[in-house]
């Protein structure tokens, strides 16, 4: 059953470049996405979210776009860094967050110096 | 800067055995969840409690599961009877009230579950 669906498994990136980690979702429910990072053995840490209400949400390098008749999300990093290797995980949830999060199944981000 | 905290980060248990992973959220939410993550797989919901009750859980989350709030800043999962299937990374989440238009979860570092 997946709901969230990532299905890039990896992506290399320049450092200095444009990073674009996307998403799919079939929930029609869902009405509230959100981005998180992960390192190995550490919690994820969140990143950036987004509203069905919008379609663009920007913070400092980060920015998040959702196509709700596509069902697609994506998130652009950019400048890329170096720090910002990690595993990516798209994440959806209903009722405008107050409900459980579903997660995609993760993108791994490298940063090539 | 707020965060979740999680003890202990490792618990290696024997197959059979009760364990009681604990979590304190941010102080001022009201939102409790507890996720996992088998290696290898993605983050699974297991439990979502409010108000001192389950709101929701998964099917993961049978009977030998079970979430208590013990006083005003600890959240606590417990697992009864462990199985060697339960081993896994085990993360707490805690979210602020709802009424509000976004309402992100923030994530503890987890605890590493290790049942032998």
């Known amino acids: 059953d997946q709901q969230v669906k990532q299905n890039s498994p990896s992506l290399s990136v320049q450092e200095g470049r444009i990073s674009i980690l996307n998403c799919d979702y079939t929930?029609?429910?869902?009405?509230?996405f959100l981005w998180y990072k992960k390192y190995p053995a550490e919690g994820p840490t969140f990143l950036i979210s987004?509203?069905?209400?919008?379609d663009k949400n920007e913070d400092g390098r980060f920015t998040v776009f959702l196509n709700k008749s596509a069902k697609h999300l994506s998130l652009h990093i950019v400048p890329s860094q170096p720090g910002d290797s990690a595993v990516y995980f798209c994440?959806?949830?209903?009722?405008?967050?107050?409900?459980?999060?579903?997660f995609g199944t993760g993108t791994r981000l490298t940063i090539i110096p | 800067e707020p965060e979740v905290t999680q003890t202990p980060s490792h618990q290696v248990t024997q197959m059979g055995q009760e364990v009681i992973l604990r979590c304190v959220p941010i102080?001022?939410?009201?939102?409790f969840y507890w996720y996992r993550q088998i290696l290898g797989q993605k983050v699974e919901f297991l439990v979502s409690?409010?108000?001192?009750?389950?709101?929701?859980k998964s099917e993961i989350f049978d009977d030998q599961f079970s979430v208590e709030r013990p006083d005003g800043s600890n959240f606590t999962l417990k697992i009864r009877s462990t199985k060697l299937e339960d081993s896994a990374m085990y993360f707490c989440?805690?979210?602020?009230?709802?009424?509000?238009?976004?309402?992100?979860?923030?994530f503890g570092p987890g605890t590493r579950l290790t049942v032998l």
């Open positions: 987004i509203s069905s209400i919008k």
């Open positions: 409690f409010y108000n001192n009750e389950i709101s929701e």
């Open positions: 102080s001022n939410h009201l939102y």
């Open positions: 989440a805690s979210s602020h009230t709802s009424g509000t238009r976004s309402n992100e979860q923030f």
């Open positions: 994440a959806a949830s209903a009722n405008f967050g107050n409900e459980k999060l579903t």
């Open positions: 929930n029609s429910m869902f009405d509230y």
